[in-house]
């Protein structure tokens, strides 16, 4: 399995699964162009999305992060990383992993391209859109000030779907986590994990984590 990671993006998250799990993989890693900042467009020819992550394991050509962290945990994972149906905290593991690309990514991605907009700070759907990112935010800081990861008690994958939405993200829309003191607990917690760090420095070795 190769897994293409774009620099500084939502691939982060295959490449620090692969690690967690510890499978053999092989990485390319692809550099944005410097201008637009968009993938390369070797990058682009691998999917017809032309967007990060994208894996290939031999005649397969998967992108979406979902799919793939599914797929990945689904053939390799044993168990590991996911709650079973008949786990206490099996309904709050789907809800955390979904609400990570389907709510909360999305929240950030809309913010970044209204302020390349310049947009004066009342304009009402820019205070719409921060209000619903700002409602996201709290909703994570009331939930890691209950519990060590999203799921509940044990580390799983929707951990792995949140942590660039919180970290790398906010090199393209910088946002102050300072009023969320139980997400920067957290990050601290996910920094101290020897496979997100392997992964980070392996994928993004000049960068260091956007941990703080
Ligand atoms: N929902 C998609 C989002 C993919 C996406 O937007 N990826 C960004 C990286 S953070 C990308 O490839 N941007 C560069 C480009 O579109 O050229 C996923 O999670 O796979």
Same mark, same amino acid.
């Given at each position: 399995?190769?897994?293409?990671?774009?620099?500084?993006?939502?691939?982060?998250?295959?490449?620090?699964?692969?690690?967690?799990?510890?499978?053999?993989?092989?990485?390319?890693?692809?550099?944005?162009?410097?201008?637009?900042?968009?993938?390369?467009?070797?990058?682009?020819?691998?999917?017809?999305?032309?967007?990060?992550?994208?894996?290939?394991?031999?005649? *397969?050509?998967?992108? &979406?992060?979902?799919?793939?962290?599914?797929? #990945? /945990?689904?053939?390799?994972?044993?168990? $590991? !990383?996911? @709650?079973?149906?008949?786990?206490?905290?099996?309904?709050?593991?789907?809800?955390?992993?979904?609400?990570?690309?389907?709510?909360?990514?999305?929240?950030?991605?809309?913010?970044?391209?209204?302020?390349?907009?310049?947009?004066?700070?009342?304009?009402?759907?820019?205070?719409?859109?921060?209000?619903?990112?700002?409602?996201?935010?709290?909703?994570?800081?009331?939930?890691?000030?209950?519990?060590?990861? *999203?799921?509940?008690? &044990?580390?799983?994958?929707?951990?792995?779907? #949140? /942590?660039?939405?919180?970290?790398?993200? $906010? !090199?393209? @829309?910088?946002?102050?986590?300072?009023?969320?003191?139980?997400?920067?607990?957290?990050?601290?917690?996910?920094?101290?994990?020897?496979?997100?760090?392997?992964?980070?420095?392996?994928?993004?070795?000049?960068?260091?984590?956007?941990?703080?």
């Amino acid at each position: 399995m190769i897994v293409h990671h774009l620099g500084k993006s939502q691939s982060e998250r295959i490449v620090w699964l692969c690690e967690e799990l510890g499978i053999p993989y092989d990485l390319r890693v692809y550099d944005r162009d410097p201008v637009t900042r968009l993938a390369p467009p070797q990058y682009k020819a691998l999917h017809p999305m032309g967007a990060a992550p994208v894996i290939t394991d031999g005649d *397969l050509v998967l992108a &979406e992060s979902g799919a793939i962290i599914e797929y #990945i /945990v689904a053939k390799h994972g044993k168990g $590991r !990383l996911t @709650l079973a149906p008949d786990h206490p905290d099996f309904a709050q593991f789907l809800f955390w992993f979904h609400f990570a690309n389907g709510t909360l990514q999305p929240a950030t991605g809309r913010n970044m391209i209204l302020s390349r907009l310049k947009l004066p700070d009342d304009n009402p759907i820019l205070r719409a859109m921060k209000g619903r990112l700002d409602l996201a935010l709290g909703l994570v800081e009331a939930r890691l000030a209950r519990s060590a990861f *999203l799921a509940g008690s &044990e580390f799983t994958t929707a951990d792995i779907m #949140i /942590v660039f939405t919180l970290t790398t993200m $906010r !090199l393209f @829309l910088p946002f102050d986590l300072a009023p969320y003191p139980a997400i920067l607990a957290y990050l601290q917690r996910i920094g101290g994990r020897p496979a997100y760090r392997r992964a980070m420095h392996k994928g993004d070795p000049d960068m260091a984590p956007l941990l703080t």
